[in-house]
């Protein structure tokens, strides 16, 4: 899901961030600003990052490009997918250079950072203090737009004055001349369309999805019902996010309404949202306690207990501590929590509906509450002992 989004992202403009300087605003670059604000007004507030798209997408072997995923959001955006031969990085190699120009203009300046080998790697590079996850991606984003974008190097030349080099923001610029530029605008139905396809059934009490049960009431024309694709033997396509186990969105092709949002069952009952990495950890530890087929209520309470104890931490200070996390549960318990952060990741979340309060007069607001509230007078605790004495 990760290269898709990433795809997503390159067909978007980038928005300005807090605490970005005003210098990175696209307003302020070399690119043709005023003339492609006449044609996408997402461009106002935008960084100065360029936005492509592509008509065709070479890249290796990797398990995340030649998945069914990267593959169906390549062909739902119409873009060509060329996977190029195994073992062959000379068929991208400004690619493997980019990867190496990233490595030595940006993350050898981050603290731990290890280098290509051993004999490249500092000493202690371990106990320097590390930023996370999330705060490394948030730089990288504003180093690409200040720096990457604004480098010229000799891989960027114009046959037609070859004695001068271009940044990528500049090379941009003239090749828009000639290509043109086409605004995509992408809906929260096909950030959906991005996500991993999985086909399932219908039931009476819902989806199964990895041991989850997901339900709503908008589910019932469906139950029990072959969705006709004859294919897929007649299930349901599913979509997910691997990062945010919380919904699911059913494609509802028979009434036309697009994609159905399905809450997983015990939503309210994890504090914050988590993925599929947290789960199966917290189902791992389960069973290797003894629970050989832990339930989705236990298992549901134990990712609540990880992100928790992860989150406070040891406790030098008290003797009787709980037991410390160990180093795996604090690698999950990080990146469930960058995955929650990152607004990059995932489609817009469904708010939960509201609720609908009754209206006894049916003027469309609620009446004064002038009447006096009357006692409430509890009920006693039933106790069969005192019951046996009384005489009647």
């Not at 948030?138 to 604004?150: G, H, M, P, S, V």
């Not at 694709?229 to 979509?239: A, D, P, S």
Request: charged share 25%; net charge neutral.
């Amino acid at each position: 899901m990760d290269a898709s989004l990433l795809l997503a992202r390159a067909l978007t403009p980038e928005p300005m961030r807090p605490g970005w300087a005003d210098a990175l605003r696209m307003s302020r670059s070399v690119l043709p600003h005023r003339r492609l604000l006449t044609l996408d007004e997402r461009l106002e507030h935008a960084a100065a990052r360029p936005v492509i798209i592509p008509e065709m997408i070479v890249c290796d072997r990797g398990k995340a490009f030649i998945s069914d995923n990267f593959r169906a959001a390549c062909r739902s955006l119409e873009i060509t997918f060329q996977p190029c031969h195994p073992r062959s990085p000379a068929e991208k190699p400004h690619i493997e250079r980019t990867l190496e120009s990233v490595a030595t203009m940006f993350c050898q300046f981050l603290p731990g950072y290890l280098g290509r080998t051993a004999e490249h790697r500092g000493r202690r590079a371990e106990d320097e203090p590390l930023w996370s996850m999330q705060e490394i991606q948030e730089f990288l984003d504003e180093w690409i737009i200040a720096k990457w974008q604004t480098r010229r190097h000799d891989g960027l030349r114009d046959p037609g004055t070859p004695g001068r080099t271009f940044s990528p923001n500049e090379k941009y610029a003239r090749l828009i001349e000639s290509a043109g530029y086409v605004p995509l605008a992408l809906s929260g139905d096909d950030y959906v369309e991005l996500l991993p396809a999985t086909w399932r059934a219908v039931n009476s009490y819902g989806i199964k999805i990895n041991h989850r049960i997901y339900d709503c009431t908008d589910l019932g024309p469906l139950r029990r019902q072959p969705s006709g694709i004859t294919l897929k033997r007649n299930l349901w396509e599913v979509h997910r996010d691997p990062y945010d186990a919380s919904w699911i969105w059913v494609r509802s092709h028979w009434d036309g309404n697009g994609w159905l949002p399905v809450p997983w069952k015990h939503l309210g009952s994890v504090p914050q949202p988590f993925g599929d990495l947290a789960w199966d950890h917290a189902a791992a530890d389960l069973r290797r306690s003894g629970l050989p087929d832990p339930t989705e209520a236990e298992i549901a309470q134990a990712v609540s207990s990880l992100l928790v104890r992860a989150a406070q931490g040891p406790d030098h200070g008290s003797k009787a501590r709980t037991p410390r996390p160990s180093q795996r549960d604090l690698r999950v318990a990080g990146r469930t929590r960058a995955a929650a952060q990152n607004p990059n990741l995932g489609p817009p979340r469904p708010e939960p509906a509201a609720a609908i309060e009754p209206d006894p007069d049916g003027q469309g607001e609620p009446g004064p509450q002038d009447e006096p509230v009357a006692k409430v007078i509890p009920l006693g605790v039933f106790d069969p002992f005192k019951e046996a004495d009384t005489r009647w």
